[in-house]
C-alpha cells in the first residue's frame, strides 16, 4: 500500500451524525398543489394567480406523514415552510399570505409547528427548507437579474431575515436547515444567513449554507439518487449553490485533496421527473408514476451506498395525506432485508481484510464503511472474490467514505478487501458479507 501522509478534513459530530442517519425525507405540502394548472416554471409568480384561500387541505395530517417516513426507514425529515411562492405554513407576522389567512381551521392552523411535534412523536430530527432567493409574493425571482442594494430588494432582506427568526427561533433545535440554490453572501447583498444561523440554530447542519458555517452540505449534482461512483465528502469549497435546475456532475464527485468536510446529499422525488412539479408535487391521476419500491432501493445502493445521503421526497395531496405510503413501507423492507443477515464481518486498521467461510455462501452485498471520525484516508481500494479458484477481482474504486454497498448475488467461499493507495493507514469500521 502507498501512503501519502497529509493533514485531512474531519468532520464535526453533527456532521458525523448526519451521515450515520443515511436516510431522509423531504416533505412537500405546497400552494401549487391546489393550482396544478400552474406549470412549475410560474411557480414564482404573482399571488393573485395563487390566492392564500386557495390552500384549503380537508384532512392535514402530519402524524401519517412521519410514520411513512419513519417505516421507510427516514432518520430525519425537512418540511418545506416556505416554498418559491412565498406562501407561509406557518402564522408569519410578516404578511398576510400564509396559513393563517387559508380555510384551514379557519386561519388557526400552523403545520411547521404540526410537523415538529409529529417528528418528536416518531423519533425523527426536524428540519426546515426556507426560499430564501425567491418569492412570488414579494416578486423576487432569483432566475431573473436582481438588484440586491435597490429599496425593494433591501426590504425583502430585512422581510427574510424576520422571517427566519420566527422559524429557527420558536420551534426549537433543528437538525438541518436547507437553502434550495443556496444562499446569496451577506457582503452581495443577501441576508445575514450565518449570523442567524449562530444565533438560532448553531448545531444544524445545513444544505447549502452560508460559507462562514462550519457543517454544510453540498447537493450531488442531480435529482435522480445518483452519487458518483466517487462521492468524496471533501471539496475546495465550503459552500455550493445549485437549485437543481441544471445537472452538475463535478459538484457531486467532489474533491479528494479538498479542505472542507462538505459530504453530498442526493435528493429525488418519490415519483418521476415528468410527474407535477418534476416529481415533487401532487397531483391527482399520477399514480402510476410513482417509483417503484425496488427502483428506490437502487437509487438507495448508488446513494447511500455511494458515500452520500439519500433525501427522498413526500408529495402530499390536497386532502393533507402522503397517498404513496404503501411504496415508503415496502422500501423500508427491502433495505432491512439486506442487512438482516451477515454472514461475516469484520474491522481494524491496515491495507488487507479477508472474510472467510467454512462453505460456499450465497452473498447479495459487500458493505465497506470507513471510520470517517479520522477523515476519509483511503484513495484506492478493490475487491476480490474467492468462488472455489482463488481470488478474482470484483470491484474496485478509489472512494469508501461512510458507506459502500456493493452489489454482489454470487456464491463465495471468501471476499478480500484491499487497499492500495491511503493519506494514512486507513481505519475500517466495517467490511460486511450479507446472504
Known amino acids: 500500500m502507498v501512503i501519502t501522509m497529509r493533514k485531512i478534513p474531519l468532520p464535526t459530530p453533527r456532521q458525523e451524525e448526519w451521515a450515520d442517519l443515511e ?22 409568480c404573482s399571488p393573485d394567480r395563487m390566492p392564500a384561500e ?22 430525519y425529515a425537512v418540511f418545506v415552510a416556505n416554498h418559491v411562492t412565498g406562501f407561509s405554513m406557518w ?7 400564509s396559513i393563517a389567512s387559508s380555510p384551514y381551521k379557519d386561519g388557526g392552523a ?31 425571482n432569483d432566475s431573473e437579474k436582481q438588484d440586491y442594494m435597490s429599496k425593494k430588494y433591501r426590504d425583502y432582506v430585512a422581510m427574510v431575515e424576520r422571517q427566519l427568526v420566527e422559524l429557527w427561533g420558536n420551534y426549537g433545535e433543528l437538525f438541518e436547515l436547507w437553502f434550495d440554490g443556496g444562499v446569496i453572501p451577506k457582503e452581495l447583498g443577501g441576508p445575514d444567513i450565518p449570523r442567524l ?18 457543517q454544510n452540505l453540498r447537493w450531488v449534482g442531480n435529482e435522480r439518487g445518483l452519487a458518483p461512483i466517487d462521492c468524496w465528502s471533501t471539496s475546495k469549497r465550503n459552500t455550493c449553490g445549485f ?19 462538505i459530504p453530498a ?14 416529481g415533487w408535487g401532487w397531483a391527482q391521476n399520477e399514480e402510476q408514476l410513482v417509483y417503484p419500491p425496488e427502483e428506490l432501493l ?13 433525501l427522498i421526497g413526500m408529495c402530499i395531496s390536497q386532502r393533507g395525506h402522503f397517498e404513496d405510503s404503501w411504496q415508503f413501507e415496502r422500501f423500508g423492507e427491502l433495505v432491512a432485508d439486506i442487512f438482516k443477515s451477515p454472514a461475516a464481518t469484520t474491522r481494524g486498521s491496515g491495507d488487507e481484510f479477508i472474510l472467510r467461510f467454512e462453505h460456499s455462501e450465497p452473498i447479495r452485498y459487500i458493505v465497506i464503511k470507513e471510520d470517517i471520525h479520522y477523515g476519509e484516508r483511503v484513495r484506492e481500494f478493490s475487491v476480490e472474490i474467492d468462488d472455489g479458484g482463488g481470488f478474482k477481482p470484483c470491484f474496485d474504486a478509489r472512494c469508501i467514505g461512510h458507506k459502500r454497498i456493493i452489489e454482489l448475488g454470487a456464491n463465495i467461499k471468501a471476499a478480500k478487501l484491499k487497499i492500495s493507495k491511503a493519506v494514512d493507514t486507513p481505519i475500517i469500521k466495517e467490511f460486511t458479507c450479507y446472504r
Request: glycine share 12%; proline share 5%; with cysteine.
Open 243 to 261: 437549485g437543481g435546475d441544471e445537472e452538475d456532475d463535478v459538484v457531486g464527485i467532489g474533491n479528494p485533496d479538498g479542505e472542507y468536510w
Open 197 to 214: 444561523i449562530e444565533t438560532y440554530q448553531p448545531n444544524a447542519v445545513c444544505f447549502q449554507g452560508p460559507s462562514e458555517h462550519t
Open 298 to 310: 437502487a437509487r438507495y445502493i448508488t446513494s447511500v451506498g455511494r458515500n452520500s445521503n439519500l
Open 110 to 140: 400552523d403545520i411547521v409547528a404540526d410537523f415538529i411535534a409529529s417528528c418528536k412523536k416518531y423519533g425523527i430530527r426536524p428540519g426546515l427548507y426556507y426560499s430564501t432567493g425567491c418569492n412570488g409574493y414579494y416578486g423576487i
Open 91 to 97: 402564522p408569519t407576522r410578516e404578511n398576510s399570505y
Open 265 to 278: 446529499e442526493t435528493d429525488m422525488g418519490n415519483r418521476r421527473q415528468n410527474a407535477f412539479g418534476g
Open 54 to 75: 386557495s390552500f384549503a387541505p380537508t384532512d392535514e395530517n402530519t402524524d401519517q406523514w412521519l410514520e411513512a417516513a419513519s417505516k421507510l426507514g427516514a432518520k
Open 23 to 44: 436516510l431522509g425525507v423531504i416533505i412537500h405540502h405546497c400552494m401549487e398543489t391546489y393550482r396544478p394548472d400552474i406549470p412549475i416554471s410560474q411557480w414564482k
